[in-house]
């Protein structure tokens, strides 16, 4: 069975400074996605980044970035320049393609972004 | 705003109770997807539709918990005889199929029981 790991259950960074937070996952399937989910202080989880397996490049949005090693079946997270919204519970997610569609998600990370 | 809507937001119960739960997604989704996410953890896959039908259901959805989404429209997830490990906040989530489909979340209902 997949499952992905958060590590980092929370971190704290000022504003304008850069974090990394950390995933790793662990699955024998070749094909899959991996998401960054955001979820603020009660509101509703919004994507944040997409990566797909099989794209060797590193995808970016914006001030968010993300590092995919896919041999070592990590995926982090790098918020560029952070700020006072970026303040909510960030979720790793992992979808195999072959086998549906369900979202399997890691324990999250709470980070604090402080002025 | 066409975004997926949750109703009630809150909900409150006595153990013994049944509850149900309502998730209007994105009306051009045709995949509906419903998690259960407790205090500290990442949400967990309960079970998803596709239009009308019910494809998938994960083992945490006991003989208790019943979904349906008839005329592949809204959805209703539906809790018999609840418990106290009840208690957590019932995400649901619409997408259109394909490979890439991102799936677009709710603010959730969060089920107290007592």
């Known amino acids: 069975a997949q499952t992905v790991t958060q590590s980092q259950p929370e971190m704290s960074v000022q504003e304008a400074e850069t974090v990394t937070l950390s995933c790793t996952y662990d699955?024998?399937?070749?094909?899959?996605?991996l998401f960054w989910y955001k979820q603020p202080p009660s509101r509703q989880m919004i994507l944040v980044i997409r990566q797909e397996a099989y794209k060797q490049q590193n995808a970016t949005e914006n001030r968010f970035s993300v590092n995919f090693q896919k041999a070592a079946k990590s995926f982090s997270l790098k918020i560029s320049d952070s700020q006072l919204g970026d303040t909510a519970m960030y979720f790793c997610?992992?979808?195999?393609?072959?086998?549906?569609?369900?979202?399997?998600f890691g324990k999250g990370t709470t980070l604090s972004v402080s002025s | 705003d066409t975004g997926v809507s949750q109703d009630p937001r809150h909900k409150i119960t006595k153990r013994g109770q049944n509850v149900t739960f309502r998730c209007d997604p994105i009306?051009?989704?045709?995949?509906l997807y419903w998690y259960r996410q407790t205090l500290g953890q990442g949400p967990e896959f309960l079970t998803y539709f596709q239009n009308e039908a019910q494809l998938e259901k994960s083992r945490l959805l006991s003989d208790r918990f019943s979904a349906e989404r008839p005329k592949g429209s809204f959805s209703t997830l539906e809790i018999q005889r609840t418990e106290q490990g009840d208690s957590a906040m019932y995400l649901c989530?619409?997408?259109?199929?394909?490979?890439?489909?991102?799936?677009?979340f709710g603010p959730g209902t969060r089920l107290t029981v007592l």
């Open positions: 009306s051009e989704h045709n995949r």
């Open positions: 989530a619409s997408s259109l199929s394909g490979v890439g489909g991102e799936q677009f």
């Open positions: 997610a992992f979808r195999d393609n072959q086998a549906g569609t369900a979202l399997i």
């Open positions: 699955t024998s399937e070749n094909n899959y996605y």
